[in-house]
T-cell receptor
Framework: AQSVTQLDSQVPVFEEAPVELRCNYS??????LFWYVQYPNQGLQLLLK??????LVKGINGFEAEFNKSQTSFHLRKPSVHISDTAEYFC????????????FGKGTKLTVNP | DADVTQTPRNRITKTGKRIMLECSQT?????MYWYRQDPGLGLRLIYY???????NKGEISDGYSVSRQAQAKFSLSLESAIPNQTALYFC?????????????FGSGTQLSVL
């Protein structure tokens, strides 16, 4: 079975600072990896995904993530955050064609302060 | 209009009551899911359905039941609500056969059981 660990439950940063949200996964088979974002009072929406190929994945709103198989990590980064990036971010893992097996991390609450 | 609509948005009920949460989608997806979100625990899968005749239990199905009335409708019932079922509930859909398992979420139903 797959599992995912988000190493920080809360990350406060100042506007225009860089940010990294950390995610590690565990799986004995190949995986698909996702980052979802949940803005206040909204459902989750896909930020980016890694299926195969290039290990650097670019998503919406200037976010990117790098798949590192040797370190079993999929950290999310943004070089300069905005107030509007304040949200909860969820890392998720599944196996190919296994949507019912999608496992979410516990979430990281990013707060961007002026 | 939202692609995945959940009703009601908020619900307060008493212990022992039967309640139903409804979800409808206009995306034409075959696959539908019910998740619950608890603070600090991320999202956990309750039930999922890959088509009208296919219903499957997820990680935490005890105390819940579902009905897939049509391709577009998937309802979640709590037969006898209890306080630890207080949570934020999300419906989600995905398209079969794409291989990338992207989920589309509704805005959620906040349920409080007193």
């Amino acid at each position: 079975a797959q599992s995912v660990t988000q190493l920080d439950s809360q990350v406060p940063v100042f506007e225009e600072a860089p940010v990294e949200l950390r995610c590690n996964y565990s799986s004995s088979v190949s995986v698909y990896l996702f980052w979802y974002v949940q803005y206040p009072n909204q459902g989750l929406q896909l930020l980016l995904k890694y299926l195969s190929g290039s290990t650097l994945v670019k998503g919406i709103n200037g976010f990117e993530a790098e798949f590192n198989k040797s370190q079993t990590s999929f950290h999310l980064r943004k070089p300069s955050v905005h107030i509007s990036d304040t949200a909860e971010y969820f890392c998720a893992v599944t196996t190919p064609r296994g949507s019912e097996k999608l496992v979410f991390g516990k979430g990281t609450k990013l707060t961007v302060n002026p | 209009d939202a692609d995945v609509t959940q009703t009601p948005r908020n619900r307060i009920t008493k212990t022992g009551k039967r309640i139903m949460l409804e979800c409808s989608q206009t995306k034409g997806h075959d696959r539908m899911y019910w998740y619950r979100q608890d603070p600090g625990l991320g999202l956990r899968l309750i039930y999922y359905s890959f088509d009208v005749k296919d219903i499957n239990k997820g990680e935490i199905s005890d105390g819940y039941s579902v009905s897939r009335q049509a391709q577009a409708k998937f309802s979640l019932s709590l037969e006898s609500a209890i306080p630890n079922q207080t949570a934020l509930y999300f419906c989600a859909t995905s398209e079969a056969g794409t291989g990338d398992e992207k989920l589309f979420f509704g805005s959620g139903t906040q349920l409080s059981v007193l």
